[in-house]
């Protein structure tokens, strides 16, 4: 008897990581754009680590701020001491649902649009964040898109305003990562 | 006991369940260490006249304009030494992120120096720690005044000098830096016998950051006693930095009169408790000469 109920555990835990099937990237890409009158500016991050569940379309994201690479060595070392502090709030993170995850076939190839919404966090303030998105399923590869801004002051950096006009006030963020199914890691 | 099992079977993986929905779905990925290396220990590469353990970041030129006004106890005749001033302006350039080279001239003494310092070990956490960073700096200078007494033989060496420095020195926190320079300063020539060519001295800097864009700086040298002439004092230098955009202001009392190694360290002539004091400024304006993100 006893072997029968291990022997229905075995099965139950092995068939859910089955249906749990898991997507994940370690060199996502997060880039941001300012377009202020004075001064534009952009970064790009290469190393955001990101998962989705197909399952029940839990997806997760983080960054590591100190990451984020600028054409000026001195932009990037105020983007981290000045504004972001990055040794006080050292990661972004993202961690939401995408809509309709049955509608989403990850294991089938095709161009999906669909919308994600979740929690942002950025310098220690979590704010709500929706967002369309689109994923591209080709060979079991899965590439994910999604754009959006997010206002500067509603995660709590300060802007002094000697410095308005060469940052905007409304930040686009870019994203694309190339996801892997989880069981290709090794 | 059978419906005991299926009672626990059921909770477990209600348990699990809810386990599952609530775990970080990152944490699949493992804890992939990175080194985090520390950044901004001071906000340029000079505390006041010492050089910091900071450098001119891999293809960027900053721009450097010094000043140091007369003595303050030269009193209101001298307009509190403000009638007066020495300055030094020079170039220095990030070659790599660890390697800096610089230039200058300086007014005190009609100087020109040459630098070059370069990081060996960055202050980590994370993957690689690292408790210090530890930077080395080679400096040479000319002293191009006219020979005091030309009728004698004089030679072109006796206007050179060599300064050879370690910086170790640690990012404690957000707001407090601090740093240990031993230095050795070569002189070819000296004025008397008692004077001794080749000086050993040992800095100490720190700085505590107020704000993000405002920082108190202090530094003094200690110089290891009879090498120097008996004129010839400690230098001690107070200020604060502040930062706006693209320049750092340097602002700071120093009884130092000449802003190049040799002349900080082994020729400070002011007392402080006299009102030997210059007030001072730094300024540095950095800019890019090679995109960063095509540079790596």
């Known amino acids: 008897m006893k072997k029968g109920i291990f022997a229905v555990c075995v099965f139950l835990m092995g068939s859910s990581a089955l249906l749990g099937q898991k997507y994940f990237t370690k060199d996502g890409k997060v880039s941001f754009y300012s377009d202020a009158p004075m001064e534009k500016i952009e970064a790009h991050n290469t190393k955001a680590a990101s998962v989705i569940d197909a399952e029940n379309g839990q997806m997760e994201f983080a960054v590591l701020i100190k990451a984020f690479q600028f054409e000026k060595a001195l932009m990037q070392e105020h983007f981290n001491e000045n504004y972001m502090e990055s040794s006080t709030y050292p990661k972004a993170s993202f961690k939401g649902k995408i809509e309709d995850p049955g509608k989403l076939k990850l294991n089938e190839n095709g161009t999906y649009e669909t919308n994600v919404t979740g929690d942002l966090t950025i310098h220690g303030v979590t704010k709500s964040v929706t967002t369309p998105a689109t994923f591209t399923v080709q060979d079991g590869q899965v590439v994910g898109k999604a754009m959006f801004t997010i206002l500067i002051e509603d995660y709590g950096v300060k802007i002094p305003s000697v410095v308005k006009d060469k940052i905007a006030k409304e930040v686009k963020i870019d994203i694309e990562s190339q996801y892997l199914p989880m069981d290709a890691k090794s | ?296």
């Not at chain 2, 006991?1 to 909770?11: D, E, K, P, S």
């Not at chain 2, 080679?138 to 030679?155: C, F, G, H, I, Q």
């Not at chain 2, 070819?188 to 993000?212: F, H, P, Q, S």
Request: glycine share 8%.
């Open chain 2, 1 to 296: 006991m059978w419906r005991i099992q299926v009672v626990l079977l059921l909770a477990f993986s209600a348990v699990s369940d809810a386990y599952g929905q609530d775990t970080d779905l990152l944490s699949l990925l493992g804890n992939d260490d990175v080194t985090e290396y520390a950044t901004a220990a001071f906000k340029t590469n000079r505390v006041i006249n010492l050089h910091s353990l900071e450098s001119t970041a891999g293809g960027v030129l900053d721009f450097k304009i010094n000043h140091r006004f007369g003595f303050i106890n030269g009193g209101p005749y001298e307009f509190f030494g403000l009638d007066n001033a020495m300055m030094r302006l020079g170039f220095d350039y990030g070659i790599t992120d660890q390697l800096t080279v610089g230039i200058g001239r300086s007014s005190f003494q009609k100087s020109f120096d040459g630098f070059l310092k370069y990081k060996i070990l960055r202050q980590s956490t994370g993957k690689k720690v690292m408790p210090v960073t530890l930077a080395v700096l080679a400096s040479s200078s000319l002293n191009s005044v006219k020979w005091a007494d030309p009728t004698r033989d004089n030679y072109f060496s006796s206007r050179l000098f060599y300064t050879y420095q370690l910086i170790v020195g640690r990012k404690f926190s957000d707001r407090l830096s601090l740093q240990l320079s031993p230095t050795l300063v070569h002189r070819n020539l000296v004025a008397t016998r008692a004077e001794k060519n080749d000086v050993y001295a040992l800095g100490a800097a720190g700085r505590i950051k107020l704000t993000n864009r405002l920082a108190i700086n202090a530094e003094y040298i200690y110089v290891l006693p009879d090498q120097l002439g008996p004129d010839y004092h400690n230098s001690l230098s107070v200020g604060v930095d502040i930062e706006t955009g693209g320049h750092v202001f340097q602002l700071h009392f120093t009884n130092s009169t000449s802003m190049i190694e040799k002349g900080f360290i082994t020729e400070t002539v002011g007392q402080w408790e006299k009102g030997g004091i210059h007030f001072g400024f730094n300024v540095s304006r950095v800019f890019t000469i090679v995109d960063r993100t095509k540079h790596r």
